[in-house]
């Protein structure tokens, strides 16, 4: 029987920090001195070097690849840059520092298995480095890495090194959510520990930057206890060619979370009724079982009436069902929210009207505290909002499950995305509504 060789892994992570910390630097170096770059790349990095002057090669307008960016040496929008090594594949989000774009940095962040927060070693810990830790945690991103970067410019001091993880060390026990924290010393200018591990180091026994990226355990950072799917599309093969179609109907979408069996009983929900799953159906055909982040086509045992926005679930571990929703929601919009506006809340597969009806506190991420009852929240604003949809939501805090616990508020009348939240567990209130259900 011949040997098949496991899939290489893909770990997605994303880059942030404040202005001039050498974030797009740090990317370029990786995708540079790993050797992931065509020839052509690097003939377009020599005649890009014209646009900064001085002749000299910029790693960072691999990444800023807006004019713009090049001309004031300013990461504007998120740019994605995919690389790979004989060991992971990677798919990495270089995020701007500016305050004005933390609505960028959530977009970057927000299906990242791994944080970079870089530091600038001669400036250590200011605002932007406890906000973008902050929005790491809040995204529930569960690796973190701080990269103390430009350590040449203060000597490769071990003490300036020190001070600083002592100082963020200090902060990180009121986040509490990252699994796993590594702080590497760094000059993403020249090279020293991102790819090769430098002698300029000798008392830092950890890794390099990308060989902690090659190494980090991400295969359990997965919700695998509680099946989630919520049904994206129901399947009708129009074929009149093919008879075997005629009455196939299956029900397309992601799996969320959790495993599914052919032969296992399930939910679906909202109308609660059981059913046993009759087959699970790919591309390249029929499967014994499927697991997140799969795309599937579920097959079951009955006909039951189900429709985009439904959710098949597992026997156990029930999500909430509720119209009355708390989040955290960071604001993205120049006009800043204020209690009473409505929205249209989009959440998995399907979309709702909403209702902002309060504002119960805004973050201060210099302090981590929670400021109550503020009259709005502006652009980049992270606060604690009670939500009302018109129709119940099928969901689950954002904890336990990063897909059906998150969503986005789209302005009516201009279809703009104006924020991102992040659904607390469902109450003891939201749950009784699945007593009516034989189940």
């Known amino acids: ?83 790979a090594t004989p060991k992971r594949k990677f798919i990495v989000a270089d995020t701007p520092g500016h305050v004005q774009y933390t609505r960028n940095m959530v977009t970057g962040a927000s299906t990242a298995n791994l944080s970079i927060v870089l530091v600038d070693a001669r400036l250590g810990v200011i605002e932007q480095t406890r906000r973008h830790t902050y929005i790491s945690a809040l995204l529930g991103i569960p690796h973190l890495v701080i990269a103390v970067n430009k350590m040449d410019l203060v000597d490769w001091s071990e003490d300036r090194f020190n001070e600083i993880r002592t100082e963020i060390e200090n902060f990180l026990p009121k986040l509490g959510v990252f699994r796993d924290v590594k702080f590497i010393p760094l000059s993403a200018l020249q090279g020293d520990n991102v790819v090769d591990l430098s002698d300029k180091t000798p008392w830092y026994d950890g890794p390099s930057l990308l060989g902690h990226l090659e190494t980090v355990h991400i295969a359990s950072d997965r919700n695998f206890a509680s099946f989630r799917f919520p049904v994206q599309w129901v399947n009708r093969p129009n074929n009149p060619t093919d008879k075997s179609l005629h009455d196939f109907r299956g029900l397309s979408g992601q799996v969320a979370s959790g495993v599914v069996k052919r032969g296992e009983t399930v939910v679906v929900l909202p109308s609660g009724i059981k059913s046993k799953v009759k087959d699970i159906w790919t591309l390249d055909g029929s499967l014994e079982e499927a697991f997140c982040p799969q795309s599937v086509t579920i097959c079951l045992e009955d006909d039951i009436d189900i429709s985009r926005g439904d959710m098949i679930v597992g026997r156990e571990n029930l999500c909430g069902r509720s119209t009355e929703l708390q989040a955290k929601l960071c604001w993205m919009n120049p006009r800043a929210l204020q209690a009473g506006r409505k929205f249209f809340l989009k959440h998995t597969t399907q979309t709702v009207q909403a209702i902002v009806t309060r504002i119960e506190s805004r973050i201060n991420v210099s302090t981590y505290d929670a400021e109550p009852d503020p009259a709005a929240l502006a652009m980049n604003d992270i606060g604690v909002v009670h939500i009302k949809t018109a129709k119940p939501l099928l969901f689950d805090g954002y904890d336990t499950n990063r897909l059906t616990g998150s969503f986005i508020l789209v302005e009516q009348g201009t279809n703009a995305t104006v924020a991102a939240g992040m659904l607390y567990p469902p109450t003891e209130a939201a749950k009784p509504e699945y007593g009516d259900f034989a189940i």
């Open 1 to 83: 029987m011949p040997h098949t060789q496991p899939p290489i892994e893909l770990l997605r992570f994303n880059t942030c920090g404040s202005v001039d910390d050498g974030k797009s630097t740090l990317i370029g170096r990786l995708l540079y001195d790993s050797k992931s770059l065509m020839e052509d790349q690097v003939e377009a990095l020599e005649k890009s070097a014209n646009i900064t002057g001085g002749g000299q090669i910029n790693l960072a307008n691999l990444t800023d690849g807006l004019r713009a960016e090049r001309e004031q040496g300013i990461t504007i929008d998120v740019a994605y840059r995919y690389f």
